[in-house]
């Protein structure tokens, strides 16, 4: 805990900085096994492997693939995700609080992570938050997630991959199976306060 104490002290300047930090926070989900507590830590455990593996293999760091792929129906009628209050998956390891829920899940990995470091009594720099933010998207962009489909089935998707573009920065999310985008939305600031209106991909002609 005290080399990632000493790694969130300070700006995170590079995407060095950012996996190293995220390969801490992942040995100490390992070290506690607070990774067995999926419902906990969904979004955390998933985009640390994201950021260190080019495949996940486990049922649990699939737990995030899995929230999204029962979740496109509802996404293509235009509704918010949002599950029942009392569902354990609404909660993140030591608090009661559900969790918010966006379109954009880096709002959960943000709260997961967030509470994480503050059960550990690990004080961050100010601005840790938008230095992860901003080298994580560059980190998995254009690196679509690979997943063991024995251990993780999925019905409606696929690949789940971020494309980079410039001018301007945009960062789009797809969600596709076969080959053809099911969902799909936009970032169009690296800053974490961006916010955005999701819309569904157009049609394939």
């Not at 390969?23 to 607070?34: A, G, I, Q």
């Not at 067995?36 to 640390?48: E, G, N, Q």
């Not at 709260?111 to 933010?133: A, C, M, P, R, T």
């Not at 494309?163 to 974490?192: Q, R």
């Amino acid at each position: 805990m005290n080399k990632l104490a000493a790694g969130l002290a300070k700006p995170l300047t590079s995407e060095e900085q950012v996996v190293y930090v995220l390969s801490l926070v992942r040995k100490l989900l390992e070290y506690d096994k607070l990774e067995r507590k999926a419902y906990y830590h969904a979004s955390l455990t998933f985009y640390c492997n994201w950021a260190l593996h080019t495949r996940i293999e486990r049922s649990s760091g699939g737990q995030l693939l899995r929230h999204l792929d029962s979740e496109i129906p509802t996404l293509l009628a235009g509704k918010p995700i949002r599950k029942p209050a009392t569902s354990p998956d609404n909660y993140v390891h030591g608090s009661a609080e559900p969790k918010i829920i966006h379109i954009l899940p880096l709002a959960s990995f943000q709260l997961q992570l967030g509470v994480l470091l503050s059960h550990y009594n690990i004080k961050q720099h100010d601005s840790w938050w938008e230095d992860i933010f901003k080298y994580y998207l560059d980190v998995v962009a254009n690196c679509p997630v690979s997943y063991n489909r024995a251990t993780i089935r999925l019905k409606y998707i696929d690949s789940l991959v971020i494309t980079k573009s410039l001018e301007p920065l945009t960062y789009t999310w797809e969600l596709s199976k076969g080959g053809t985008i099911i969902y799909s939305w936009k970032i169009t600031d690296s800053s974490a306060s961006t916010l955005f209106s999701p819309q569904p991909a157009p049609p394939q002609p």
